[in-house]
């Protein structure tokens, strides 16, 4: 037999070789990363680094000068006594005095030196603090919501309850928390179901699984490490998750079938498993780095919430493909023809890795009349994205919360009493002394311009650090901080009142502008700059990889055409469904006009990266079968025909995953899980079953065009057994 000559197939062959080292030293790997990992620790984006442009900047300010401090407030309410009533005042009192004895807390302020009490004096507040940075603030919330618990129970005819940044940030990220462990609860078996399905063979099916899960195990470890450097989203596990077991699961999938397809064709279990690698393996090696060349992209946002998504989806991506070609083959040839155990009755029988009759059929309709197949298919693509074109942009906010949620109940009620507690605009004013009388005076019209606004609700006030040097002037606004209003007083405050007070003071003085509304719009502000850039590089690296790879300078820009329709029907389809409200009552959500903002960028990374897997795929069945000596035509047909199985276990694997976070308690859970199922499914049947063999088939030999001057790209090494293959017709010419 002939040496494998492609690097998957030489790696292949040593891993079969020496499986035990192979699979154990793959073992001892994944659990010397948990364990690093978990010594090491990750470090989380908190406080400052959450905020973007000039609301970063602002926030930053703040920050150092100590105007930060982990606030929280006992929020006091009765519907019938006032503020004055001694009932009233011995909650107060009470309150002060606990929450003086409890650990971590500190700066206790009843009103009237501190805290606030409401216009209709009806609610007060007690203000204290939590010692720490806003992540340690959250470790050490337990003593004081005992103690806010305890001044409830001895005051029952009154309303006390806690309320703050961070007690309202963990009981987020609680609940987020505990709503992505459902579904990646959900995940792993529903996958495994899909598999046995596939399969027809539970121990068939358990090896992507044991792959999946081993992969994953070893990204959380190991992603403790760049997280010193740049922190990590709270989020970055769930997302690990999510990508790690669709693209492990796709790997194992594409080479198990392969292995199975030449051992069903009577090749020996060494030849199919040699086979496999020098196919599937070299597809999984170029698939995986189109998807980290597409995850790179997110390093060029700026924001450092994408910028902890590439890191983690990258380093997974990473382990996936060498699990893969490494000890995938390893697992492989120890199991041998055991993979098939577990056979199960009814969807077992028949199970064979032969050509899909349905598939075979559909792309012989589709190449007899490409141009209908193409106006009609490409068309609907088309229609479908066209409402993309109005997409508005938004940033999810309390009111996109389920307002059943006690912390929302909370916000709300606090929201109505004291308005300066709901939606503000926050100036950060830095001078070398903000105390000198041209700050004060620029500080004073800044507030008395800014109340003459009919967005701008009475209040507010003015926090001076302790060395004197910034000066926070906060000004509570109407709206919700994604509407008009909000936006209306930003913009007013912004690029009108700034500029004409403390703006103008000259050099020295420096002024950053945050806030709800602040915070959205800088967020929108630098994706929608950022955009192009990200776009421009992902398209030019992914060109440049398929065009090493399949020496055609036509499969690199169709391949981009067609992932870009996928994607910008998905896009369409969020628009239909989430910012116009349809399917308000199916899906459990309501509206809020638009689509939130982070998703647009995060969809495109994630689909072009996990569509190019079918699409590398495809192509190099395709390219292998055209080199083997078919017409394009004929080898069009094999292809998609033979990979349809696999293609579409994979796509039925991604699509329920995805469809899991629709059940999810967030809007914007609900509106990653429709786009990347959408996506995925339109890609796995109209793109690749349509629009693919059309494009290629009125292409023809242009398919494999290669200009002169690119020449010099050397030929990919290709694997061919002698002795176990049939002849081949003789190879034709590629240049049209």
């Known amino acids: 037999m002939q040496q494998s000559r492609n690097l998957a197939a030489r790696v292949a062959h040593w891993s079969a070789n020496h499986r035990k080292a192979a699979i154990f030293g793959w073992l001892a790997f994944v659990l010397i990363a948990a364990f690093i990992g978990k010594a090491v620790g990750t470090s989380q984006i908190h406080g400052a680094d959450q905020f973007s442009g000039e609301a970063g900047k602002a926030e930053h300010t703040l920050e150092k000068a100590g105007l930060r401090p982990n606030t929280e407030h006992v929020f006091i309410q009765s519907k019938t006594l006032s503020v ?105 078996p529903l996958t495994l179901l899909v598999l046995v ?48 077991l669709a693209v492990t699961v796709d790997y194992c999938l594409f080479y198990l079938r392969r292995e199975r397809e030449e051992r069903a064709a009577g090749r ?89 009759r349905f598939w075979s059929r559909l792309s012989g309709r589709v190449m007899r009349r490409p141009v209908v197949a193409l106006v009609l298919a490409g068309g609907l693509l088309v229609a479908l994205a066209i409402p993309a074109l109005r997409m508005n942009i938004t940033t999810s906010g309390p009111e996109d919360l389920p307002q059943d949620l006690a912390i929302i109940k909370t916000y709300n ?68 901080g994604n509407d008009e209003q909000s ?81 910008g029907a998905a896009y369409g389809i969020l628009v239909l469904i989430f910012q116009d409200g349809r399917l308000e009552n199916l899906l459990g959500y309501n509206s809020n006009g638009g689509i939130t ?7 495109f990374v994630i689909l072009f990266g996990l569509s190019m897997d079918y699409h590398v795929f495809i192509l190099s069945r395709i390219r292998e079968a055209h080199q083997g000596g078919m017409t394009t035509t004929e080898a069009i047909r094999h292809g998609i025909s033979t990979t349809a199985g696999t293609v579409t276990s994979a796509a039925i ?15 914007d859970f609900k509106e990653m899980g429709v786009g990347l199922a959408v996506a995925v499914l339109i890609d796995a049947t109209i793109v690749r079953g349509v629009l693919l063999p059309a494009t290629m088939r009125l292409l023809g030999d242009w398919n494999w065009y290669l200009p002169s001057w690119l020449e010099w790209i050397p030929h990919s090494p290709d694997f061919e057994p002698r002795g176990t293959e049939a002849p081949r017709a003789p190879v034709r010419p590629v240049t049209p």
């Open 84 to 188: 004055r009533d001694p009932r009233f005042q011995a909650a107060i009192r009470d309150a002060t005095v606990r929450l003086n004895r409890t650990a971590d807390v500190v700066n206790v302020a009843p009103p009237p030196r501190g805290g606030a009490v409401s216009q209709d004096g009806r609610s007060a507040l007690v203000d204290f603090e939590i010692t720490g940075d806003s992540l340690e603030g959250q470790t050490r919330l337990d003593p004081a919501k005992a103690t806010v618990h305890a001044v409830a129970v001895n005051h029952p005819g009154l309303t006390v309850k806690q309320f703050g940044d961070v007690s309202t940030n963990k009981e987020l990220n609680d609940i987020f928390a505990s709503d992505l462990g459902k579904a990646e609860l959900l995940s792993f």
């Open 197 to 244: 399905v596939a399969f027809g063979a539970l121990v068939a099916a358990l090896v992507p699984l044991f792959m999946g899960m081993t992969t994953i195990i070893a990204a959380l470890g190991l992603v403790a490490f760049p997280s010193q450097v740049s922190p990590l989203d709270s989020n970055i596990s769930s997302v690990i998750l999510l990508i790690g």
């Open 268 to 356: 020996s279990e060494k030849t199919s498993l040699e086979i496999a690698a020098a196919t599937s393996g070299r597809a999984i090696l170029i698939s995986g780095g189109t998807v980290i060349a597409a995850m790179a992209g997110m390093f060029l946002s700026g924001d450092k919430t994408f910028i902890s998504f590439a890191e983690g989806t990258i380093l997974v991506v990473a382990i996936a493909v060498l699990s893969s070609v490494t000890v995938l083959p390893a697992v492989l040839a120890w199991l041998g023809d055991r993979v098939e155990k577990g056979r199960l009755p009814i969807i077992g029988k028949n199970k064979r890795c032969t050509e899909s």
């Open 413 to 480: 009620q606090v929201k109505a009493a004291f308005p300066k507690n709901g939606v503000v605009v926050q100036v950060a004013v830095k001078a070398p002394d903000v105390r000198n009388p041209r700050v004060v005076a620029g500080i004073a019209a800044l507030r008395s311009k800014a109340a003459d606004l009919p967005t701008v609700l009475p209040g507010g006030e003015i926090n001076v650090s302790d060395d004197r040097t910034v000066a926070e002037v906060v000004i509570p606004t109407k709206g919700n």
């Open 487 to 567: 936006n209306a007083a930003l913009a007013s405050i912004r690029d009108d009142i700034i500029p004409a007070t403390v703006g103008s003071l000259g050099s020295g003085v420096t002024v950053a502008t945050s806030g709800d509304a602040a915070a959205s719009k800088d967020f929108r502000d630098l994706l929608s700059s950022r955009l192009p850039l990200i776009f421009g590089f992902v398209f030019a690296l992914a060109f440049v990889l398929l065009l090493w790879t399949f020496r055609s300078i036509v499969i690199p820009i169709k391949a981009i055409c067609l992932n870009l329709l996928s994607v």
């Open 597 to 603: 903002s982070w998703l647009p960028l995060f969809l």
């Open 653 to 667: 694997v991604m699509v329920v995953v995805f469809s899991v976070f629709v059940t999810l308690t967030f809007l």
